[in-house]
């Protein structure tokens, strides 16, 4: 079992930029694909990306469209959500999680940690 634990979340005005971070602790972070997802109040869980262990692509949801870039610095065991452009839309709890494969991996199912969240209000 990893454990995580988010934080940087705040109250940002469109436009604005954030940066999440996610420390992990448990498990030899460098093997662990690790992803963001983010839940909306009346919606559903939603991937936003996910970056395995170093050296791959991370792999994206259509809506960040260039405005979010995930990184991971695994010698600090922390993986990173560096958002731009933050718009009203992008309101919302958002959750690292980590997962033991390399597949799947924008599906929430696939992932057998997560973190508790932290929320991100982007005001218009």
């Known amino acids: 079992q990893v454990q995580l634990v988010e934080s940087g979340g705040g109250l940002v005005q469109a436009g604005g930029s954030l940066r999440l971070s996610c420390a992990a602790s448990?498990?030899?972070?460098?093997?662990?694909?690790m992803g963001w997802f983010r839940q909306a109040p009346g919606k559903e869980l939603e991937f936003v990306g996910v970056r395995g262990w170093s050296g791959d692509t991370p792999q994206y949801a259509d809506f960040v469209k260039g405005r979010f870039i995930i990184s991971r610095d695994n010698a600090k065991n922390t993986v990173y959500l560096q958002m731009y452009n933050l718009k009203p839309e992008d309101t919302a709890v958002y959750y690292c999680?980590?997962?033991?494969?390399?597949?799947?991996?924008?599906?929430?199912?696939?992932?057998?940690?997560w973190g508790q969240g932290t929320q991100v209000t982007v005001s218009s």
């Open positions: 999680a980590a997962a033991e494969r390399y597949s799947g991996l924008e599906y929430a199912r696939n992932y057998g940690s």
């Open positions: 448990g498990r030899t972070f460098s093997t662990l694909a």
